[in-house]
């Protein structure tokens, strides 16, 4: 796939950049993507999630 999150599946969103004189004009917002490894298998994934599987991780090794 494109632009989107392998784990989450979020993609690009639609925001408005607002001039001086205020004329509204569409713009594409992607979101920030990062190439990793996850157990051995090369994906795209989002910070939120790498965040959330960083978090999950520390939870398993402090049990």
Known sequence: MG???DLCGRGATKGVSRSHSKI???KRQNIN??????DG???KVCT???RTVA?????Q???
């Open 41 to 43: 298998i090369k994906v």
């Open 48 to 50: 939120s999630c790498l």
């Open 33 to 38: 993507l990062q190439n990793r490894n996850i």
């Open 61 to 63: 090794t402090a049990k």
């Open 3 to 5: 632009k989107t999150c």
């Open 55 to 59: 978090k999950d991780a520390a939870k």
């Open 24 to 26: 509204k004009t569409l």
